[in-house]
């Protein structure tokens, strides 16, 4: 069974003060592992996808990196804005129509 | 473009009342997904759709029924609601089973 653990379940940060959020995951053979921001009260939306092991990928204050058992979303110099859920999904490799499986989530609090 | 859109945004059901959630997109997307949302928990997949005409069960099926009768339209039913079925219901899309999903805003539901 795919599994997706995120920590800390909570973070909160100072303005400026950068940090990393984790996602460790068990699957199958890993077709891709996606991040997503939720604010509350509104629907997740989509940030990155990653594919293979090594793989980066850079949005704004937002980097992903991805291992062969975790990924990371590393914050850089966040602002109140950056203040959100982040969530983590796997999508195993097993053929058509595999689904993903999400974490619980990571609220981050960026205080100015 | 409108994206993922749900209707109603709210709404409170007593115990043993039917009603029908309706999620539509204008991305021309084949693949239609219902999940919930409950807190300390991930998003979990309830049914989803490969393509106009098609449904199948995701991993918390039971007292929901789904119709997807025309390509832009996925529709969630509940039979008869139980106050287990409180959450928060999202639908998302996507144009092919490994592309990143689109999330609807969700619908808050309260079953008393």
């Known amino acids: 069974e795919d599994q997706v653990t995120q920590s800390p379940e909570a973070l909160r940060l100072q303005e400026g003060e950068s940090s990393s959020l984790n996602c460790s995951y068990t699957?199958?053979?890993?077709?891709?592992l996606f991040w997503y921001r939720q604010d509350p009260g509104k629907g997740p939306e989509f940030l990155f996808t990653?594919?293979?092991a090594g793989e980066e990928k850079e949005k704004e204050r937002l980097k992903a990196t991805l291992t062969k058992k975790e990924s990371f979303l590393h914050i850089t110099a966040p602002k109140p804005e950056d203040s959100a859920t982040y969530l983590c999904?796997?999508?195993?490799?097993?053929?058509?129509?595999?689904?993903?499986?999400f974490g619980k989530g990571i609220t981050l609090s960026v205080r100015p | 473009n409108a994206g993922v859109t749900q209707t109603p945004k709210f709404r409170v059901l007593k115990t043993g009342q039917s009603m029908t959630l309706l999620c539509a997109q204008d991305?021309?997307?084949?693949?239609m997904y219902w999940y919930r949302q409950d807190p300390g928990m991930g998003l979990r997949l309830i049914h989803y759709?490969?393509?106009?005409?098609?449904?199948a069960k995701g991993e918390v099926p039971d007292g929901y029924n789904v119709s997807r009768l025309k390509k832009q339209n996925f529709l969630l039913g509940l039979e008869s609601a139980a106050p287990s079925q409180t959450s928060v219901y999202f639908c998302?899309?996507?144009?092919?089973?490994?592309?990143?999903?689109?999330f609807g805003p969700g619908t808050r539901l309260t079953v008393l």
């Open positions: 999904a796997v999508q195993a490799n097993t053929g058509a129509n595999s689904k993903l499986t």
């Open positions: 699957v199958s053979g890993l077709r891709g």
């Open positions: 990653l594919y293979s």
């Open positions: 991305m021309n997307h084949e693949y």
């Open positions: 759709s490969v393509g106009e005409g098609t449904t």
């Open positions: 998302a899309s996507n144009l092919a089973f490994y592309n990143e999903q689109f």
